[in-house]
């Protein structure tokens, strides 16, 4: 049974900075491409970045490219995300998910994912 389990979200004042995980479980982790995702009150599922399983390369949203890194530990089996220079429209629950793809188009769609996780919350004060 394949589990992606987030951690690491909570209430932090704009400009501050979080670190996500996600966990995983119950797949061979080096060999799937990561992603996450975010969904803000009242709107659709948006891609925030990924990392590629075949060659490591990392894909970020043009919004938050020079702010959040992406990262895998694939000896721990561990996803992360760096998020710096929080903005209060950074409010978002925050999915970590898994994927056979690894070219680059593909990526930012979610359909492309096969395992998710089940989300934590990331809320910027102003």
């Known amino acids: 049974q394949v589990q992606l389990v987030e951690s690491g979200g909570g209430l932090v004042q704009a400009g501050g900075s979080l670190r996500l995980s996600c966990a995983a479980s119950?797949?061979?982790?080096?060999?799937?491409?990561m992603g996450w995702f975010r969904q803000a009150p009242g709107k659709e599922r948006e891609f925030v970045a990924a990392i590629s399983w075949i060659d490591g390369r990392t894909h970020y949203a043009d919004s938050v490219k020079g702010l959040f890194t992406i990262s895998r530990d694939n000896a721990k089996n561990v996803l992360y995300l760096q998020i710096d220079s929080l903005k209060p429209e950074d409010t978002a629950v925050y999915y970590c998910a898994a994927s056979k793809a690894y070219y680059r188009d593909h990526l930012p769609n979610p359909t492309n994912y096969n395992y998710w996780g089940q989300g934590t919350q990331v809320t910027v004060s102003s």
């Open positions: 119950g797949l061979t982790f080096s060999t799937y491409s």
